[in-house]
Each structure stands twice: as structure tokens, then as C-alpha cells.
């Protein structure tokens, strides 16, 4: 990542997702408000919330969008094959929630879809959309170019030691371990992998450490 570009990450909901919100010239990316979105969009005042992404649709992804682009004003997009079910997040999930405050909802209709080779772009910062099914059937990840380069928005498919649970509806193994093995060949061992639960890791050390990869 290059000059004045600024990751900011807050972790929300019930199982502590990390939103990230990156900026650059002042215009911020919102990746994964799970939870929250007001007071995301209250913690971002000082900057214009221009695009909000989610990297796939579960509930705990997308439960803050709502509020968020309620507050914003900004279009919400996600990959064109998790959009049906992400409008029905918070009924397909199988989790008991206990929100206890944190604000969630069923996200609007998205406004944008993405597909493998689409462009976000923020201020200086571009991420090229790479389709990564396995854990949703439509999951994206969000590689970095231009002032965003080394970073990476992996979302729930690729974790520090670990990747994401394939035993959800529309995960699907086979298609986690093509993921897998596709962004171990294409994303540079240097970049800075932003997960979407824990620790950032980068790739080589995954490439070293995490048996998913090997
Ligand atoms: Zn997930």
C-alpha cells in the first residue's frame, strides 16, 4: 500500500467479523459491515463513503449494510451469484443470533454485482473482483492494484492457519480447495491478506504455514 492510504478495520457482531474501511483521497471503501452500520457510518464522518462491498453473503458479512447505506447514501454491491440469497441473510443463517445492541437487518437490494475481472476503485486504490467459491456459493476476494497494491480482502475464504467452513449452504469443497490453490498461484507471496475473522497474515506466510494451502 502506497502513499496516504489508510486501512481502518472494526470488528463487529456476534461472531466478531472485521469490517474494513479503506481509504484513499479521502473516499473510503466499506468491505463487510456485518454488523453495526450506523455506527460504522458514525466512526467513518470524516471521510465520503463512495462504495460498500460485501465478500459474500452471510449474515454476519452483510448485517450492517442496511444501516450503512441508509446513513451513507452509498451503492452496496457483491458477487452477481451470492446477490439472491444475500437479501435473505439473517433467515438462512444457522446461527442463534444475540445481537445485544449490534444492529442487524437484511440488506436492501444490491445495487451493484460483481463478477471475476470487475474493478472496485477508491480514491487511488483499485481491487480487481476474483470469484472465489467454496464457502458461499458466489464469495469474492478483492485484490489490490494501483495505491492498494500488496493488500488483500479475503473475506471468509482464506484465514490465518485455516480457511473458510465448506459445511454451509452452498459451500462446497472441491470448489474451496480450486479457490485455494487458484489464489495461491495469483496473489503475490508479499501481499498483506485482510481476513474476514482474526489476525492479518500475508500470503507467503500462509504458502509457509497453513495446511489448506500445501
Ligand atoms: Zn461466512
Partial sequence: MAGQDEIRCFVVGDIQTNCYAYVSQGDCLVVDPGASGARIAQQL??????????????????????????????????????????????????????????DIADPPEPDVLLR??????????????????????????????????????VGDTLFAGSCGRTDLLGGDWSQMQATLARLAREIAPETTLLCGHGQPTTMAHELAANPYLS
Fill in 45 to 102: 464522518a470524516d471521510v465520503r463513503v463512495t462504495q460498500v462491498v460485501a465478500t459474500h453473503r452471510h449474515h454476519d458479512h452483510v448485517g450492517g449494510v442496511r444501516a450503512l447505506v441508509e446513513a451513507t447514501g452509498a451503492p452496496w454491491a457483491i458477487g452477481a451469484i451470492d446477490a439472491p440469497r444475500a437479501v435473505q441473510a439473517l433467515e438462512l443463517s444457522s446461527h442463534v443470533f444475540d445481537v445485544d445492541g449490534d
Fill in 116 to 153: 471475476e475481472g470487475d474493478v472496485v476503485e477508491v480514491g487511488t486504490a483499485r481491487f480487481r473482483v476474483l470469484d472465489t467459491p467454496g464457502h458461499t456459493e458466489g464469495g469474492i476476494v478483492l485484490v489490490g492494484e494501483g495505491s492498494a497494491t500488496g493488500v488483500a480482502l
